[in-house]
C-alpha cells in the first residue's frame, strides 16, 4: 500500500483556523446550525480547512509551504464560504491531486452536516450517512435539496419552477409558509386575542404550582426562579408577589408601573434547585416532597403576566391575565381535545406524540425507577412527550402538523413535481421544529434581553418551574415567521455551495453498503463515547415529524422512535443515581464502555475496509476524559488505520464562561489517518523513549500554538497515537500487550512533566513536592472545577499521588459524591494548617493570615517553614495565579499576597537574623 504526503501530514495552521472555528460560533446568518437543532456539529471553517489540506499534497520548500499555509487560512473564514475564485483554486488543487477528477469522499457519521457540505463545496464526490432519522433529514435539507432545487435547479420543469430566475426552492417553502401560517392562524388566531388597544401578545409567563405542605397555610406557590420580567439597565420590571386571605396575589413594579417596593428583591424567587419556599408562611418543600408532589400530578401551573407589544411604539409591555384570558385558554382546551379526537381517526395515530421518554428500561418512567441523568424532567412526572407543552402549545403544534400536511395535497392539485413537493415539506417540517425548540414548557423568558429561550440550551432535558408560552404569529424571536426567515437563509447560503448534490444514505457506520477501497478519502467525527446522547434527545422532534411527514419518508419513520440498538454510545455512565457495576449486570441492553468500543471498532474497520489503498481518514475527537480517549485508542489499533499526524482545534467560542462545575474542554483532535502496513511488534521500553522524543517536539508546538490545560493534554493524547499506532501491537518484556489505558498513564506523566516546567517558566519543577505538582496541574488544567472521581485519579497517578489516600478532613483533596475538588485557602481552616511543612498548604496558610492581616504570624511563618526565602514559592503562588479566572477568590488573595514580594522576602531576612540573634 502506497500514500503520498498530504499537507495536513506535515503542517497545519492550527492557531488561525481554531480562532475562525471559534469565531463562527456566534455567526447566525444562513449558518447551517439555524436549520434546525443538531447537537455537536463540527465549524465549518475547521471542516473546510482540514478536507482542503488532506486532500493537496505539501509544497516544496518554505516559502511555497508559508503561501500554502495562508491559502488554508483564507478559506477557512467565513465571509469566504462562497467566495467563488479562493474555492474555484481549491477545487483544481484538489482535482489535480486526485488525477484530474474529484475524489469520492465519505462521512459515515454525518449528523448535522458540516463536514460533508465543505467537502461538496470544494468540489468532491460527496457521500453522507447517518443511523438516525432525524440527522438524514438536516443532511437531506443541507446537501442535497438546496443543490437540486436551488439556484442550480438543472432543466427540469418544476411545476411552479419553471420560467424564474431567482431561487424557486426559497419562493416556494416562503409561499407555503405564509400559506399554513395564514390557515393556522385562520382556525386557532382566536386563542390569542390582542388587548383593546390593539397590541399584540408575544406570549404569556406561566409558573407550575406546589401546595404548602404546612397544614395552617395551604397556599398555592407559584413556582418561580425569580421574579423579574425586565432586568435592563434603563429598564426594570418586576412581578411582587403579595397575600390576600392566604393566596399568593401578583402586581407588576418598576419602570412605569409602581414603584419597586424597598426590601423586595426580585432576584429571589420561590425555588432554587428543586427546594420550595412558601412566601405566605416561609416554611419550604424539600426537593424529595417536591418531586412527589409532581410525580402524584396534584401539580398545576398559573398564568401570571401577559407580555405585548404595540405596532410602532418601542419595547415590550407587560400585564397580569384576566378572567378572560384564562377563559380563552380553557376554551383551547376543549378545542384541542375536539382536534385531537377528529385527528385520530384521520392520521390513524395519536395527534399529539403520546410516546414515552426514553428510559434505560424501555419503559414509561415510573416514580422510584432508572433514568438518565440528560432527562431529569421525568422525576416530575413529565414522562410522556406530549407532557412537554401545555395545552395551548399543543393545540398550536397540532395545527400546523395538519396544515403542513394539507399543503402537500395542494401541491398535488398544482401538479408540482412529486419529489420537489416532499423537499418543501421537508422544510415546512423544519419550521415546526424551531417552533418546538422555543414553545415548549422547558422555554423559559429572559429578563436581561426581553426575549425567549429556547428548549435545548444544553444537550439535556432539564426541569423548568417557570415557563414562557409563546404566540407563534407575535414577529417575536422564535415565532413561525422567524423561524421561516431563519431557514430561508440557510436555503440560500447552501444552494450557492455546489452545482452536484450529496448522496444521502440513512444505516450504521458498522455496516457501510460500499464496496471495498472504494473512498479517497473519508472525513467524519464519530459519537464520543457519552458525550451527547443523539437518539433521544432527537426524539424530541422525530416523534412531531412521523406525524407530519412520515408517510413522505417511511423509510425513515418505521420505528415508534428514532432506532436505538445499534446507536454507538455508552449509556452507563448516563444513568443517574445508580451502582454502574451493577447496572450493567441487571440491565439488559444497556450499552456500556465495552459496548462502545466494540462498535466503534466496527465503524473504523468499514472505514479502513472503504478506503482506498492510497486514501486517508481524518477522524474527529473532542471527548475530555481518558476513559472516552481509552475506547477510540483501542478502536483505532483494532481496526487496522494507522494515525499519521494529530492536530487539536479549538472549536469553542473564545468568550465562552468556564464553569465551575466542569472541566471546559475547547479543543477537537482531527486525527489523521492511513491504511499503511504496521511495523512488526515493539517493545515498550524502546516505544517508551520514541514516544518522549515524539511527544516533547509535539508538546512545545502545541504550547507555542497557545493550547492549554485539559486541551493540552488531550492534544498530547492525539499526538501520542502516531508513535504507538504504527505498530502492530506493543508488548512489554513480560509478553503483555500494552493498550490504551497503560499509554494514556505514560503520556500524561510526559505531558505532566513538560507542562510543569512550562508554567512554572522552565525552573523550579523539580524542587517541588508531588502535592505541590498535583496541585499546580490542577489550577492550570481544571482551575476551580470539580472533576469526576476517575479523571482525578489518573491526573494524581501522573503526579505519583494516591487521590483516594489523600483526601481527608483538613487535606486540600476533597471528595464530592463522584466528583474530587480542590480545596481553595478561602475553603480551609487556619487551625488546621498550622505546623505543616506542605509547600500548598504553607501557602494557603500565608494567604488567610495576609488576609487577616495577621503579617508578623505570615512573616514567622515564612521564615520558619524557609518559604519565605524559597524562588520556587513564589513562582507556584504567580502560577496558581495566572491559572485562575479574574472573578476567583483564591486569585484575589494570590495577586494581594504576591504583590509585596520583595517587601516579603527583606522581612523574613530580617526575622531569621533576629531569631539567630535571639538564640
Given at each position: ?25 456566534s ?39 508559508k ?11 467565513w465571509?469566504?464560504s ?16 486526485n ?32 443511523y ?7 443532511q ?78 395551604g ?10 420580567l425586565?432586568?435592563?439597565?434603563q429598564?426594570q ?8 386571605k ?33 412566601p ?24 401570571l ?47 399529539v ?30 414522562t ?62 429572559v ?17 423548568v ?23 430561508l ?49 432527537s ?27 445499534n ?7 448516563l444513568?443517574r ?19 462502545f468500543?466494540s ?9 479502513f ?17 481518558t ?15 494507522i ?59 502545541l ?13 498530547a ?18 509478553g ?5 489505558d ?23 519543577a523539580?524542587?517541588?513536592?508531588d ?5 499546580v496541574?490542577w ?44 480545596l ?12 505543616s ?33 524559597s ?36 522581612e ?12
Amino acid at each position: 500500500m502506497t500514500t503520498d504526503k498530504r499537507f495536513i501530514e506535515e503542517s497545519f495552521p492550527v492557531k488561525e483556523v481554531g480562532l475562525e472555528s471559534a469565531r463562527e460560533k456566534s455567526i447566525r446568518h444562513g449558518h447551517i446550525s439555524t436549520l434546525h437543532i443538531w447537537w455537536a456539529r463540527r465549524p465549518l471553517a475547521s471542516s473546510r480547512a482540514t478536507a482542503y489540506a488532506a486532500l493537496v499534497p505539501p509544497k516544496k520548500g518554505e516559502s511555497e509551504q508559508k503561501k500554502q499555509r495562508d491559502f488554508i487560512i483564507e478559506l477557512s473564514k467565513w465571509e469566504n464560504s462562497n467566495n467563488h475564485p479562493l474555492l474555484e483554486k481549491a477545487r483544481e488543487d484538489i482535482f489535480k491531486a486526485n488525477g484530474g477528477m474529484p475524489p469520492k469522499v465519505l462521512d459515515p457519521f454525518g449528523g448535522g452536516g458540516s463536514i460533508p457540505l465543505e467537502t461538496l463545496r470544494l468540489g468532491c464526490e460527496t457521500y453522507s450517512n447517518d443511523y438516525n432519522p432525524v440527522a438524514v433529514l438536516i443532511q437531506k435539507c443541507t446537501l442535497e435539496y438546496p443543490q437540486k432545487y436551488g439556484y442550480q435547479s438543472h432543466k427540469d420543469n418544476w411545476g411552479e419552477l419553471s420560467g424564474r430566475t431567482t431561487n424557486p426552492l426559497i419562493e416556494d417553502v416562503k409561499k407555503w409558509g405564509n400559506w399554513v401560517l395564514q390557515e393556522t392562524m385562520n382556525e386557532i388566531g382566536k386563542f390569542y386575542p390582542p388587548d383593546p388597544d390593539g397590541s399584540v401578545p408575544i406570549g404569556y409567563i406561566w409558573a407550575r404550582t406546589a401546595s404548602c405542605q404546612n397544614p395552617s397555610c395551604g397556599a398555592e406557590i407559584p413556582l418561580l426562579r425569580q421574579y423579574w420580567l425586565c432586568k435592563k439597565e434603563q429598564k426594570q420590571i418586576a412581578l411582587f408577589p403579595f397575600g390576600v386571605k392566604g393566596k399568593i396575589q401578583f402586581k407588576i413594579v418598576g419602570d412605569g408601573y409602581e414603584d419597586i417596593p424597598d426590601g423586595f428583591d426580585p432576584d429571589q424567587g420561590t425555588i432554587s434547585g428543586a427546594v420550595v419556599s412558601c412566601p405566605i408562611c416561609g416554611s419550604t418543600i424539600d426537593a424529595k416532597s417536591n418531586r412527589k408532589v409532581f410525580q402524584n400530578q396534584t401539580s398545576q401551573e398559573r398564568m401570571l403576566c401577559i407580555i405585548s407589544h404595540k405596532k410602532g411604539a418601542p419595547g415590550r409591555t407587560y400585564r397580569l391575565p384576566t378572567k378572560k384570558d384564562l377563559d380563552i385558554f380553557k376554551e383551547s382546551g376543549l378545542y384541542l381535545s375536539k382536534k385531537e379526537e377528529e385527528l385520530r381517526i384521520k392520521w390513524g395515530m395519536e395527534a399529539v406524540p403520546d410516546e414515552p421518554i426514553h428510559t434505560p428500561d424501555h419503559r414509561e418512567y415510573q416514580p422510584g425507577n432508572l433514568l438518565y441523568n440528560f432527562t431529569p424532567v421525568v422525576l416530575y412526572g413529565l414522562t410522556k412527550w406530549r407532557d412537554l407543552f401545555n395545552i395551548r402549545q399543543k393545540l398550536a403544534m397540532v395545527t400546523f402538523s395538519e396544515k403542513i400536511r394539507e399543503s402537500f395535497k395542494l401541491m398535488e392539485k398544482n401538479n408540482l413535481d412529486p419529489e420537489y413537493s416532499k423537499a418543501i415539506l421537508t422544510y415546512l417540517d423544519f419550521i415546526l421544529a424551531r417552533q418546538l425548540d422555543y414553545n415548549s414548557s422547558l422555554c423559559v423568558w429572559v429578563p436581561v434581553g426581553e426575549f425567549v429561550a429556547h428548549t435545548f440550551g444544553r444537550q439535556a432535558l432539564p426541569m423548568v418551574w417557570d415557563y414562557f408560552e409563546l404566540y407563534p404569529d407575535s414577529n417575536a424571536t422564535g415565532d413561525w415567521n422567524s423561524a421561516m426567515e431563519w431557514i430561508l437563509r440557510v436555503i440560500e447560503h447552501t444552494s450557492s455551495v455546489s452545482k452536484e448534490f450529496a448522496t444521502i444514505t440513512q444505516f450504521s457506520a458498522t455496516a457501510l453498503e460500499y464496496p471495498e477501497n472504494h473512498f479517497d478519502a473519508i472525513f467524519t467525527d464519530p459519537p464520543y463515547y457519552d458525550n451527547v446522547p443523539y437518539a433521544d434527545l432527537s426524539d424530541f422532534f422525530y416523534v412531531w415529524s412521523k406525524r407530519v411527514i412520515g408517510d413522505q419518508y417511511p423509510e425513515l419513520f418505521s420505528t415508534p422512535a428514532t432506532p436505538k440498538s445499534n446507536e454507538i454510545i455508552a449509556e452507563l455512565p448516563l444513568l443517574r443515581g445508580l451502582n454502574k457495576e451493577k447496572a450493567s449486570k441487571n440491565l439488559s441492553g444497556i450499552k456500556t464502555k465495552e459496548h462502545f468500543e466494540s462498535m466503534l471498532k466496527r465503524a473504523f474497520k468499514e472505514i479502513f475496509r472503504v478506503l482506498k489503498p492510497n486514501g486517508i481518514a481524518i477522524i474527529v475527537y473532542a471527548h475530555k476524559s481518558t476513559e472516552g480517549w481509552e475506547t477510540l485508542i483501542n478502536s483505532l489499533l483494532d481496526s487496522g488505520l494507522i494515525v499519521s499526524g494529530a492536530w487539536p482545534i479549538n472549536t469553542e467560542r473564545a468568550g465562552r464562561l468556564r464553569s465551575h462545575d466542569s472541566a471546559a474542554l475547547a479543543s477537537s483532535i482531527y486525527i489523521v489517518a492511513r491504511k499503511m502496513e504496521r511495523q512488526p511488534t515493539g517493545f515498550y521500553n524502546n516505544v517508551k523513549e520514541e514516544l518522549k522524543t515524539h511527544l516533547n517536539k509535539k508538546l512545545e508546538r502545541l504550547w507555542h500554538e497557545g493550547i492549554s490545560g485539559a486541551d493540552f493534554f488531550i492534544a498530547a493524547i492525539g499526538s501520542a497515537i502516531e508513535v504507538f499506532g504504527k505498530y502492530e501491537q506493543v508488548m512489554d518484556y513480560e509478553g503483555n500487550v500494552v493498550r490504551a489505558d497503560r499509554l494514556l498513564l505514560d503520556v500524561r506523566k510526559i505531558a505532566t512533566d513538560y507542562a510543569v516546567r512550562q508554567i512554572l517558566h522552565n525552573g523550579f519543577a523539580g524542587e517541588i513536592s508531588d502535592m505541590a505538582r498535583l496541585y499546580v496541574l490542577w489550577r492550570w488544567n481544571y482551575s476551580e472545577a470539580r472533576v469526576p472521581f476517575d479523571e482525578a485519579r489518573k491526573l494524581g497517578q501522573s503526579c505519583g499521588i494516591d487521590i483516594s489516600h489523600e483526601w481527608s478532613h483538613t487535606g486540600f483533596i476533597k471528595k464530592d459524591k463522584e466528583f474530587v475538588r480542590l480545596l481553595g485557602p478561602q475553603e480551609r481552616k487556619l487551625e488546621d494548617l498550622e505546623g505543616s511543612k506542605d509547600m500548598i498548604d504553607v501557602l494557603h496558610q500565608v494567604l488567610l493570615l495576609w488576609e487577616r492581616s495577621k503579617r508578623d504570624e505570615m512573616i514567622k511563618v515564612l521564615q520558619q517553614t524557609g518559604y519565605g526565602k524559597s524562588e520556587a514559592f513564589y513562582r507556584v503562588a504567580q502560577a496558581i495565579s495566572e491559572s485562575l479566572p479574574n472573578e476567583s477568590k483564591e486569585k484575589k488573595l494570590l495577586e494581594g499576597f504576591t504583590a509585596g514580594r520583595e517587601r516579603l522576602t527583606e522581612e523574613v531576612r530580617r526575622e531569621g537574623r533576629q531569631a539567630r540573634l535571639d538564640v
